[in-house]
Structures are given as C-alpha cells and as structure tokens.
C-alpha cells in the first residue's frame, strides 16, 4: 500500500511551497484544501472512486487542482492533448469509454458534439460539494493516468499508468539527480504529457515546488535560471535552444543554485550542450516513453561532454538491453523491464499485452557502449519527432488516403533546423489535387504540429515484394535533394 499523495504530502509538509503560477503561490496545505473542496464538488457531480473521467484544459493552475481533485476521489484520468482536432479527440474518447469528460470552459466548443458527458469547470465550481470518504492508502495497481500514445498503427494507444508506475519513477529519478530543500522544478511541459505529469507526482513525493507555465517562454525562462528562483527544469532540444539564445543575449550565466536541465524527446546536439556548458547549465540527456512513465535512463551531468549522444545508464530500477546483442556497439531493439513499465493498454488495445517475457520492446533501435552507456539509433526507425512532440508517420498517411484523389502516401521527416524534423509527404493522386486543398484536408483531422510541412506528387511509392512501404527510400530521397 502507498500513501494518498497529497494527504501524506500536506501532512507531512503543510507550509512548504507547493505550486506557482503566475503571482501567486499556494502550500501543500493550500493544495489541499482546494483539491478537496472541487473533490466534494465532483462527487455531488456524480463521480464515484473507479470511474474513469477524461481532462481537457490547459496547464494551469486550475488544472493542476483538478487533477488533484480527481485523484482525491479515486477516478481514472484520461489527460487529453489540447492540441489535438475534434477528430482526435472524439476517437480517443470513444475508445477510452470516459464517463465524462471535465473540460476548461474556453475549450469546450472543440468537443461539444461529443455524445461523452461534458462537465465544464464553471459546472463544478458552482455546484455545491458532497463530502465522501478519502481513501488515504492506495494500492500499487491503481490506475491513476492514461494517455495515449501513437501507435505504429496509425491508431493512438491509450497507456495505463499506475500509482506503482508513477512512484518507481519519481524514486529512480530522485536517486540520481538527488534532492535539496530549496529545489523548485520550472514545468513548461504540458500537464497532459508524462514528461509535465511526472513533475506534479515528483512535486508531492518529494516535497517540492513546481513553477507552473502555461505556455514556455524563454525570455522569463531565461530570467528565473539566471535569478536562482528555479533548480531544475526540463526541456526538448527546441526549447534548450531557445533558453540558451536568450542568456547568449546578455552573455548571462545560470544562477549558482541551478542544478538540472532534463533533454529528453530526442537526442541534444552536440553544440547545443557545448553552449549550455558555457553558460553554467548542467544538461542531462535522458531516455523513456509514455509507457514507462517518463525517464527509464539519464545521462549524468558529468558525462555529458565525454558521452555526447548517450542517454545514459539505466536509473535504479530500471533494466534495458538490447535484443540479439552480444558485443558493445551491436545494434538491436531496445526492451525495458522495471516497476515503472505499463500494465497495459485499454480501448481497441486491451487485448494487446505490452511485454514479451516480462520485457517491454520498445520497438527503438539501440546499442550499449563498452561501458554500459546506452545509445538510441532511432526512436523507432520511422518516428518523427518535432519540437518534442512525436509523429508517426502512418497517422498521418490513413488521414491523407481518406482524401478521395490520394491512392498512396507515405511520410518521413525532413530535418529542420527550428523542429528538428517536420513531416514530407509523398502522394499518389488521381486527377487534379491542389496542395493546399491537401493541407487544408490534414488540419481538419490532424494536430498542426502533424500536418506535413511539404507535400510532393509521385508517379509511385517505393515498397518491397510484400508491397509494404519502404520509408527509409523516402527519407533518402529527401536527403538527395
């Protein structure tokens, strides 16, 4: 059994610091007690421990005490990406068998036809609350979060997280960057990504800060690592990019007190972490999935020069090797075993078990070094990953073959020097299909950040004699250019 997260939390630490936003400030005592008043008001909402809700809003403070609140009493949260279409979003809802979906007013509209319930947050705060008993131990199994990932399908997957999953990750984490009182972890992550989540269950395991953002922003970024009023932080390589430019400004360095700049979605260039070196930012490189519920290797501060490219050792743990290996630098998929790996799916994936023999395949190619250091060769040969944000190729092909004119498509990613990458599509159409008309059809289906950047008209697709589609020839036509 594990304690209430924030029972124990508020208990334990009632005054300190707990979460910032904006100007203000609230304790974990605070926390508490506005998590509990909108618990009460869920429950006079009908919500009932074990029921699954989804969340839609933006990262927040708001957010973040209804989050709280949905623990308090013992629902499921389904965290939907805001970014998402109502195509999107609609799919994820109907496969995930919500009762309800709790939803940020001004967000409202994106679903309003959805035949899930809809609980506005202007609902809950204006119902009157209904108390009910906390639960003040929870069990390991306990789904807490699911969020759904791409599959290589082209249909998203919605991962289970349990409270075991969640605390082996912030325990693993903690044992490796460590823990000083006046930490505060600046989260610029969205709320409805592991990598924002694990930071509000990091915040209430350890006792410490977050230093919410809505959106990032690098000019206040910048500022708070170079007055000290932030310890940690994580970051994508986008986002990395942007801090340092802002510091370069100024020729500014990073506050004494700054310990930590978690690089995860994909691997930091090297002039990236050359240039954080001189102004006084630690950066660790670090390597996990939603299935994992974040972090599963990270790189140490101190090895970041010497092992540029490695996303470290695996944290305590945890356990990854690499399929069919046998000698240091031998390439293969990556398999993950530990506490912090996913039960399982739910939705059209239920049935799908995500282990072979007790190891997760993660279906990244990879290679230890002879020091035991891990390497991550692609993320998924196929995955595209821009600004942070993963892209599977597919979702975006079954989007563009449902457009009448288009008998093919195949999609890569070109690489960009803002995004990292952004996706090319390659189309076979019947008659006359303007482009823009193509784009247009995308963002009616697909997130922004999915739509290809450029679209190119061909005669064929490459494939082998199984007819399935050959990718890495798109990429290599992309690279002819």
């Known amino acids: 059994m594990i304690p209430n997260w924030l029972m124990q939390r508020a208990y334990l630490t009632p005054e300190k610091a707990a979460l910032s936003f904006g100007d203000d400030t609230w304790t974990f005592a605070q926390l508490k007690h506005k998590s509990m008043q909108l618990a009460e008001k869920l429950a006079a909402n009908g919500l009932q421990e074990g029921q699954r809700i989804a969340l839609l809003g933006p990262s927040n403070a708001d957010m973040v005490f209804i989050i709280h609140a949905c623990m308090l009493t ?6 939907l990406n805001s970014r998402l279409t109502t195509k ?12 309800a979906v709790i939803v940020a007013d001004d967000m409202s509209a994106v679903i309003a036809n959805s035949a899930v319930r809809l609980l506005p947050y202007s609902t809950i705060e204006q119902s009157e609350g209904q108390p009910f008993v906390v639960q003040d131990l929870w069990t390991a199994d306990r789904t807490i979060t699911i969020m759904y990932t ?6 998203p997957k919605g991962v289970r997280q349990t409270v075991g999953n969640h605390v082996s990750s912030a325990l693993s984490s903690v044992l490796n960057l460590g823990l000083n009182d006046k930490d505060v972890w600046l989260c610029a992550m969205p709320l409805f990504h592991i990598s924002g989540f694990s930071i509000l269950v990091r915040s209430v395991l350890y006792g410490m800060e977050v230093r919410l953002y809505e959106k990032f922003d690098p000019i206040q970024t910048a500022q708070e690592i170079r007055d000290g009023s932030v310890t940690r932080m994580s970051v994508v390589s986008l986002t990395l990019d942007k801090i340092l430019r802002e510091l370069e400004k100024d020729n500014a360095m990073a506050h004494p007190s700054f310990q930590t700049m ?12 050359e240039r954080a070196v001189q102004r006084n930012i630690p950066v660790l490189q670090t390597y996990g999935m939603t299935e994992t519920s974040s972090q599963t290797a990270t790189l140490a501060a101190g090895d970041a020069m010497r092992k540029m490219g490695s996303a470290g050792k695996p944290l305590f743990f945890n356990q990854i090797k690499i399929k069919d290996m046998k000698n240091p630098y031998d390439k293969g998929e990556v398999f993950i075993r530990g506490p912090h790996v996913t039960p399982g799916y739910i939705g059209r994936f239920s049935a799908v078990h995500p282990l072979e023999e007790g190891w997760l395949p993660t279906g990244d190619i990879g290679y230890f070094d002879e020091e035991g250091y891990l390497y991550i060769v692609d993320r998924r040969s196929d995955l595209i990953i821009s600004g942070g944000e993963n892209i599977y190729p597919a979702e975006i092909e079954n989007a563009l073959v449902a457009h009448p004119g288009v008998s093919e498509a195949g999609v890569c990613g070109r690489e960009h020097s803002e995004w990292g990458s952004v996706p090319v599509a390659f189309v076979v159409v019947t008659g006359n299909v303007p482009v823009e008309e193509l784009r247009l059809f995308c963002e009616q289906r697909l997130a922004r950040y999915k739509v290809p950047k450029e679209f190119r008209f061909v005669d064929k697709l490459p494939r082998n004699a199984s007819n399935k589609l050959l990718r890495r020839e ?4 992309v690279e002819q250019e």
């Open 74 to 79: 013992g629902l499921e949260i389904v965290m």
């Open 150 to 155: 791409s599959g290589t399908t082209g249909f």
């Open 474 to 477: 798109l990429r290599e036509w």
């Open 262 to 273: 978690l690089a995860g979605g994909g691997s930091v260039p090297v002039d990236y972490l």
């Open 88 to 99: 999107e979003l609609e799919w994820q809802l109907e496969d995930s068998g919500a009762d």
